[in-house]
C-alpha cells in the first residue's frame, strides 16, 4: 500500500500507507500539509519523517514522476 497526495506546495508526494506504528492507514491532512494516523495521532512529513508520535519510525518515501498525465511512482 501507498498513499499519494498533491501537497499545498503543488506537487505529488507519495508514502507507505500503513503507519509504522500499529498499521492503521494514513490519511493526507491537507490543511496541515502532511499525513496523519487517525488511531492514535501519529503525524508524517510529506517526505515520511516522523513529526509527532506514538510512531517512532519514518513512512517509506517514494519516488513520484508526472509525464505526459501519467503519475509513475517507484522506489
Known amino acids: 500500500g501507498v498513499v ?3 501537497t499545498t506546495n503543488k ?3 507519495a508514502v507507505s500507507a500503513q503507519c509504522t506504528h500499529e498499521g492503521t492507514l494514513v490519511k493526507y491532512d491537507e ?9 492514535h495521532n501519529s503525524r508524517f512529513s ?3 519523517k ?7 519510525k519514518a ?5 513520484v514522476d508526472l509525464n505526459n498525465n501519467i503519475l509513475h511512482i517507484y522506489s
Request: aromatic share 14%; proline share 10%; with cysteine.
Open 4 to 6: 499519494v497526495a498533491y
Open 11 to 13: 506537487v505529488y508526494v
Open 31 to 39: 490543511p496541515n500539509n502532511d499525513f496523519l494516523c487517525p488511531s
Open 46 to 48: 510529506t517526505s515520511g
Open 50 to 56: 516522523v513529526l509527532n508520535g506514538p510512531a517512532k
Open 59 to 63: 513512512l517509506t518515501e517514494y519516488k
